[in-house]
């Protein structure tokens, strides 16, 4: 058990001196009196226990570990270490980029540093001395509080810095640059003054205040929620454009990826704006959910980060304000699970929310830990409602502030919070797989009553061959002919179901809980506090639960055959198959008071029409798209009682790896050119509509990012690019005054993709771009992915991108930009029947793996699920996986990936 870390830095880019002297003593529950420590590629100088210096027979040092036979009880240990940060391209533990010093610890990056107990349950207090040139690294940065600083003579200086917490060493962090900040000081609720800094490179400052507004805001959202404070005396935020992940909640000291801090109109989009806002607050949450409770091991690695995600979900929503606002970003997230999450489910690389095994930790950073986790964590408020969460909430942190933990922990406060039986609810940490729901439905008009029968099952995954019943909330209105919503009575339930009243959602700001966002709260309602009878009359939406592998529900009163509203707000992240005719989808589509529900209703006519083109196009037939289809879309878009973020949602296509999802063979040309047909007739038959709402959702004027505005042009962008499908002069022609007339990069970016992706010709303005904004990195990605994504783009155009002078592996933004980009997100060019761009994932694959494992292993997955595919593939495929896997050195982030996809 470790008591303090005491560590020292000369900072040197090829040879960095690290002294660590760590206290430690016996864990009187450990059998073991051997000292283990962890470490990987630094250089042992010297150890010293308790003072004496010992000698290489007095230890063992291993591939990857210092061990010390029977240790002493009470030991302090001092290690001094060698490294080479500039040598670091795998962007974990201390290294290199643009010339200045930047860590990443988590998961295992501590052990790059020093020797350690490199786990997350030992928890310590730290003292950082840094030495550096002042010259080249004037800004020296660690956790905690700043306690002392100077000068040393030499032309270097020190910073001395103490974190007053507990922490275990993922969350270590030491910056070392040339840096500028915007900083800002900040009154907390209780009236304490803190520090707020934004640091960046020269040259960014410009862009740097919606960072700092937002981080200003997760802090008064984590108070005026949570009553929950910022407990240090300052709070630092740093960008740094070499980064494997978004960004990293390191106490005190976050450091993130560019992306995700730098922001003005003139480089960033809407959607630019919506993800600063959101991972600002997503590690500004961390400071409580993840840092001062954390993980006891990295098992448990959702207890931190479904969580928080869920958190960081929630601000968003609420930063929004409106009840439209909330539903659009809850279809955002639907639209995750369904694209990324569900898909990884039914894969080779399958594990539970709580992974049961890993080979390497960093493969499990995953859309299942994460989005999946905030799912389970959203399922608790739905069964307890907003005020027994936040009961729950509270007794956690009263619990276990300062501690390491799991899962179950937090269920436990939840349950006990709330005097709730939440034994079956561990499911879904520990079973993999997404549940299927089926929904059957029976209306008994004698006796006025409606049943909803309600089966789950789910599928085998990896390990796991059967599954016990989840337990699943499954919210549920009834709509009458007319569209309003029914008052729901059910009939002696013998199952639990929580209640939400209302028929239409009206503002609710103070309310934070998702389903806020779709229905009106009364006091009785339990998503605010208090207890509702299921059997008022005021009641149009149960949040039934379904615990056993078949259940029926029966409501009474229902005086006409109503119309399903099934798993309101995606009240748990399940596939639902109920057997909807086209009406009940289109009255739905027209009708219903859950927007997620309306949208999802859309989405089921859509693709059911996709599913019947597919086969179609693969044979080469004759395409065609009905009238009620064509009309129930104009009758979105031009509906301007609707909002316009909403109409942009409701007529976006389920995605091609949506629709790949629902066939048992993939064919990715079928079902491009099935899509792209169904886009192109819509472009066509409603030109007019669009046109109009084109002219209509102008935002003149100053840029702003609010959701009025955004929800605008994402609305006005989507109409051109459905005109630019197939254009005319007058769409050509809107695009290219769009592209010289843009005061703004959402509109820029949307008109230069349009003319991209139309296969018009490009060029001359792909020049123009590039040209405009060649020092501005993260808008050169986006020019980059534009052209990766173009339906036309084959293998030999990414090559050929590849050879651009601003292009370069080293840089994983970068590298996402073009070669991430062409691989997940342009199916039926990466599909190409050759085989040659397999070839291309390979070899980039293996030359990634030698620089970054970490982004080798993100790309490896683009091939995990193989066997879906056409015969002919396969056999491509195949080889392009062997070729990997046969690879010598091979990393273990990315072996895990390759044998689990050739084994399943």
Same mark, same amino acid.
């Given at each position: 058990?470790?008591?303090?870390?005491?560590?020292? @830095?000369?900072?040197?880019?090829?040879?960095?001196?690290?002294? &660590?002297?760590?206290?430690?003593?016996?864990?009187?529950?450990? $059998?073991?009196?051997?000292?283990?420590?962890?470490?990987?590629?630094?250089?042992?100088?010297?150890?010293?226990?308790?003072?004496?210096?010992?000698?290489?027979?007095?230890?063992?040092?291993?591939? &990857?570990?210092?061990?010390?036979?029977?240790?002493?009880?009470?030991?302090?240990?001092?290690?001094?270490?060698?490294?080479?940060?500039?040598? &670091?391209?795998?962007?974990?533990?201390?290294?290199?980029?643009?010339?200045?010093?930047?860590?990443?610890?988590?998961?295992?990056?501590?052990?790059?540093?020093?020797?350690?107990?490199?786990?997350?349950?030992?928890?310590?207090?730290?003292?950082?001395?840094?030495?550096?040139?002042?010259?080249?690294?004037?800004?020296?940065?660690?956790?905690?509080?700043?306690?002392?600083?100077?000068?040393?003579?030499?032309?270097?200086?020190?910073?001395?810095?103490?974190?007053?917490?507990?922490?275990?060493?993922?969350?270590?962090?030491?910056?070392?640059?040339?840096?500028?900040?915007?900083?800002?000081?900040?009154?907390?609720?209780?009236?304490?003054?803190?520090?707020?800094?934004?640091?960046?490179?020269?040259?960014?400052?410009?862009?740097?205040?919606?960072?700092?507004?937002?981080? $200003?805001?997760?802090?008064?959202?984590?108070?005026?929620?949570?009553?929950?404070?910022?407990?240090?005396?300052?709070?630092?935020?740093?960008?740094?454009?070499?980064? *494997?992940?978004?960004?990293?909640? &390191?106490?005190?000291?976050?450091?993130? *990826?560019?992306?995700?801090?730098?922001?003005?109109?003139?480089?960033?989009?809407?959607?630019?704006?919506?993800?600063?806002?959101?991972?600002?607050?997503?590690?500004? @949450?961390?400071?409580?959910?993840?840092?001062?409770?954390?993980?006891?091991?990295?098992?448990?690695?959702?207890?931190?980060?479904?969580?928080?995600?869920?958190?960081?979900?929630?601000?968003?929503?609420?930063?929004?304000?409106? !009840?439209?606002?909330?539903?659009?970003?809850?279809?955002?997230?639907?639209?995750?699970?369904?694209?990324?999450?569900?898909?990884?489910?039914?894969?080779?690389?399958?594990?539970?929310?709580?992974?049961?095994?890993?080979?390497?930790?960093?493969?499990?950073?995953?859309?299942?830990?994460?989005?999946?986790?905030?799912?389970?964590?959203?399922?608790?408020?739905?069964?307890?409602?907003?005020?027994?969460?936040?009961?729950?909430?509270?007794?956690?942190?009263?619990?276990?502030?300062?501690?390491?933990?799991?899962?179950?922990?937090?269920?436990?406060?939840?349950?006990? =919070?709330?005097?709730?039986?939440?034994?079956?609810?561990?499911?879904?940490?520990?079973?993999?797989?997404?549940?299927?729901?089926?929904?059957?439905?029976?209306?008994?008009?004698?006796?006025?009553?409606?049943?909803?029968?309600?089966?789950?099952?789910?599928?085998?995954?990896?390990?796991?061959?059967?599954?016990?019943?989840?337990?699943?909330?499954?919210?549920?209105?009834? +709509?009458?002919?007319?569209?309003?919503?029914?008052?729901?009575?059910?009939?002696?339930?013998?199952?639990?179901?929580? /209640?939400?009243?209302?028929?239409?959602?009206?503002?609710?700001?103070?309310?934070?809980?998702?389903?806020?966002?779709?229905?009106?709260?009364?006091?009785?309602?339990?998503?605010?506090?208090?207890?509702?009878?299921?059997?008022?009359?005021? /009641?149009?939406?149960?949040?039934?639960?379904?615990?056993?592998?078949?259940?029926?529900?029966?409501?009474?009163?229902?005086?006409?055959?109503?119309?399903?509203?099934?798993?309101? !707000?995606?009240?748990?992240?399940?596939?639902?198959?109920?057997? %909807?005719?086209?009406?009940?989808?289109?009255?739905?589509?027209?009708?219903?008071?859950?927007?997620?529900?309306?949208?999802?209703?859309?989405?089921?006519?859509?693709?059911?029409?996709?599913? $019947?083109?597919?086969?179609?196009?693969?044979?080469?037939?004759?395409?065609?798209?009905?009238?009620?289809?064509?009309?129930?879309?104009?009758?979105?878009?031009?509906?301007?009682?609707?909002?316009?973020?909403?109409?942009?949602?409701?007529?976006?296509?389920?995605?091609?790896?949506?629709?790949?999802?629902?066939?048992?063979?993939?064919?990715?040309?079928?079902?491009?050119? =099935?899509?792209?047909?169904?886009?192109?007739?819509?472009?066509?038959?409603?030109?007019?509509?669009?046109?109009?709402?084109?002219?209509? *959702?102008?935002?003149?004027?100053? %840029?702003?990012? !609010?959701?009025?505005?955004?929800?605008?042009?994402?609305?006005?962008?989507?109409?051109?690019?459905?005109?630019?499908?197939?254009?005319?002069?007058?769409?050509?022609?809107?695009?290219?005054?769009?592209?010289?007339?843009?005061?703004?990069?959402?509109?820029?970016?949307?008109?230069?993709?349009?003319?991209?992706?139309?296969?018009?010709?490009?060029?001359?303005?792909?020049?123009?771009?590039?040209?405009? @904004?060649?020092?501005?990195? +993260?808008?050169?990605?986006?020019?980059?992915?534009?052209?990766?994504?173009?339906?036309?783009?084959?293998?030999?155009?990414?090559?050929?991108?590849?050879?651009?002078?601003?292009?370069?592996? $080293?840089?994983?933004?970068?590298?996402?930009?073009?070669?991430?980009? #062409?691989?997940?997100?342009?199916?039926?060019?990466?599909?190409?029947?050759?085989?040659?761009?397999?070839? #291309?994932?390979?070899?980039?694959?293996?030359?990634?793996?030698?620089? *970054?494992?970490?982004?080798?292993?993100?790309?490896?997955?683009?091939?995990?699920?193989?066997?879906?595919?056409?015969?002919?593939?396969?056999?491509?495929?195949?080889?392009?996986?062997?070729?990997?896997?046969?690879?010598?050195?091979?990393?273990?982030?990315?072996?895990? /990936?390759?044998?689990?996809?050739?084994?399943?």
């Amino acid at each position: 058990m470790v008591e303090t870390v005491e560590l020292g @830095f000369d900072l040197d880019p090829a040879r960095t001196i690290v002294a &660590n002297r760590v206290t430690l003593r016996h864990n009187p529950d450990s $059998k073991s009196r051997d000292l283990v420590l962890h470490g990987e590629e630094i250089e042992l100088v010297a150890l010293r226990m308790n003072g004496t210096l010992l000698a290489p027979g007095q230890y063992l040092l291993g591939a &990857n570990t210092l061990t010390i036979r029977k240790a002493p009880l009470n030991v302090v240990l001092e290690i001094e270490t060698l490294c080479a940060p500039d040598q &670091n391209t795998t962007l974990s533990g201390l290294y290199v980029s643009n010339g200045s010093f930047y860590t990443q610890c988590e998961a295992e990056g501590f052990r790059r540093i020093t020797y350690f107990p490199d786990r997350p349950d030992v928890m310590a207090k730290y003292t950082v001395m840094l030495r550096a040139n002042k010259e080249q690294f004037p800004v020296l940065l660690s956790n905690g509080n700043l306690v002392e600083e100077g000068e040393l003579g030499d032309g270097r200086h020190y910073a001395k810095w103490e974190d007053p917490f507990k922490k275990p060493s993922y969350l270590f962090a030491l910056v070392a640059a040339r840096l500028v900040c915007q900083e800002e000081r900040y009154t907390l609720q209780s009236g304490r003054e803190v520090l707020l800094q934004v640091w960046v490179e020269e040259g960014n400052l410009d862009k740097t205040d919606y960072a700092m507004q937002s981080l $200003k805001n997760s802090i008064r959202w984590d108070e005026e929620r949570w009553n929950l404070e910022l407990d240090l005396d300052r709070f630092m935020i740093v960008a740094v454009s070499d980064f *494997n992940m978004g960004a990293m909640e &390191n106490k005190g000291l976050n450091i993130f *990826n560019t992306k995700y801090v730098l922001a003005n109109p003139r480089v960033a989009t809407d959607i630019d704006y919506a993800g600063i806002e959101a991972v600002v607050g997503h590690e500004y @949450f961390h400071n409580w959910t993840g840092n001062r409770v954390t993980c006891r091991d990295w098992f448990q690695l959702s207890l931190k980060e479904g969580l928080t995600v869920f958190r960081d979900q929630e601000f968003s929503a609420d930063m929004i304000g409106t !009840d439209t606002g909330r539903a659009v970003t809850r279809i955002d997230q639907v639209r995750t699970l369904r694209q990324a999450q569900f898909p990884e489910d039914a894969g080779p690389m399958a594990h539970p929310v709580r992974p049961d095994s890993f080979v390497e930790i960093n493969n499990f950073y995953t859309v299942t830990v994460y989005e999946k986790g905030a799912e389970v964590v959203r399922m608790y408020q739905t069964l307890l409602g907003r005020d027994g969460f936040r009961k729950g909430m509270d007794l956690y942190f009263q619990r276990h502030d300062g501690q390491a933990v799991q899962c179950d922990d937090f269920r436990a406060a939840m349950a006990d =919070a709330n005097g709730r039986d939440l034994k079956q609810f561990e499911r879904w940490y520990s079973q993999a797989g997404t549940p299927v729901v089926t929904a059957r439905t029976r209306y008994d008009a004698a006796a006025h009553a409606y049943e909803i029968t309600l089966s789950q099952r789910c599928p085998a995954t990896p390990g796991q061959a059967d599954k016990l019943p989840f337990h699943i909330p499954v919210a549920v209105g009834l +709509l009458d002919a007319h569209g309003k919503d029914l008052p729901l009575t059910l009939e002696a339930p013998s199952s639990r179901a929580r /209640v939400h009243h209302g028929v239409r959602p009206q503002s609710d700001t103070s309310s934070t809980g998702n389903t806020s966002r779709v229905r009106v709260r009364t006091g009785s309602d339990p998503t605010v506090g208090g207890t509702a009878d299921p059997t008022d009359s005021a /009641v149009t939406t149960l949040v039934l639960e379904l615990t056993e592998a078949e259940q029926t529900f029966r409501f009474t009163g229902v005086k006409e055959a109503p119309t399903p509203s099934i798993l309101r !707000d995606f009240s748990a992240p399940v596939v639902l198959e109920c057997d %909807y005719s086209d009406d009940q989808l289109l009255h739905l589509f027209k009708f219903d008071s859950d927007p997620v529900n309306r949208w999802e209703a859309g989405q089921r006519l859509a693709l059911e029409r996709l599913l $019947k083109l597919v086969p179609a196009a693969a044979a080469g037939q004759r395409l065609e798209l009905d009238d009620t289809f064509i009309a129930a879309q104009r009758a979105v878009l031009t509906d301007t009682a609707l909002d316009a973020a909403f109409r942009e949602q409701a007529l976006i296509l389920p995605s091609e790896t949506v629709i790949a999802e629902h066939m048992e063979v993939v064919d990715p040309q079928a079902i491009h050119t =099935a899509r792209q047909f169904m886009r192109r007739t819509l472009g066509t038959v409603l030109r007019n509509e669009l046109l109009a709402v084109y002219a209509a *959702n102008q935002t003149p004027g100053a %840029y702003s990012p !609010d959701a009025a505005s955004a929800g605008k042009r994402a609305l006005k962008n989507l109409a051109l690019s459905y005109l630019m499908v197939a254009p005319d002069q007058t769409a050509l022609r809107l695009a290219q005054q769009q592209f010289d007339a843009a005061g703004n990069m959402t509109d820029r970016a949307a008109a230069l993709s349009a003319l991209i992706h139309s296969g018009a010709d490009a060029g001359k303005y792909l020049d123009r771009f590039y040209q405009d @904004f060649l020092n501005e990195a +993260l808008v050169v990605d986006k020019w980059f992915g534009m052209q990766a994504t173009a339906p036309h783009a084959d293998v030999a155009a990414v090559r050929e991108l590849m050879k651009h002078p601003a292009f370069t592996l $080293k840089n994983p933004n970068r590298a996402r930009s073009l070669i991430f980009s #062409f691989c997940n997100g342009n199916p039926s060019q990466f599909h190409a029947a050759d085989g040659s761009a397999y070839d #291309f994932w390979a070899e980039h694959v293996i030359k990634l793996d030698a620089l *970054n494992p970490q982004v080798a292993a993100r790309l490896a997955r683009s091939m995990d699920r193989w066997r879906r595919y056409a015969p002919e593939l396969q056999v491509h495929m195949r080889r392009a996986l062997e070729q990997v896997a046969g690879t010598s050195p091979l990393s273990n982030d990315v072996m895990e /990936v390759v044998s689990k996809a050739l084994a399943n």
